[in-house]
């Protein structure tokens, strides 16, 4: 059974920066694809990025390109997603996913395992 925890959300002004972390316990990160999505009040979760489970490959939602990197780093079983240039419409509860396997896919019934979720807030 895998085990994913989120870290890393907050509050943040418009602009700014954060990086999430989502770290992998209980089988080894590198046998699994990664995403994160996002799940802002009063919409339905959205994706927000995949990589699969080597690192060589990564996917994001067309609106977030160039300013949401997903990267992971299999020795400390741990993914991270860095958020730049942040804006209010980015709020919400974000989620780190996983699924056996080389890629995972845009969506999020693909995806297996979940963690709690981490709050990203950010202020205009």
């Known amino acids: 059974q895998v085990q994913l925890v989120e870290s890393g959300g907050g509050l943040v002004q418009a602009g700014g920066s954060l990086r999430l972390s989502c770290a992998v316990s209980g089988r080894t990160a590198s046998n699994y694809a990664m995403a994160w999505f996002r799940q802002a009040p009063g919409k339905e979760r959205a994706f927000v990025a995949t990589?699969?489970?080597?690192?060589?490959?990564?996917s994001y939602a067309d609106s977030l390109k160039g300013r949401f990197t997903i990267s992971r780093d299999n020795a400390k079983n741990t993914v991270y997603l860095q958020m730049n240039s942040l804006k209010p419409e980015d709020t919400a509860v974000y989620y780190c996913a996983a699924v056996r396997g080389w890629y995972g896919g845009l969506r999020d019934y693909e995806y297996d395992y979940w963690g709690q979720g981490t709050q990203v807030t950010v202020s205009s």
């Open positions: 990589i699969n489970s080597n690192g060589g490959d990564t």
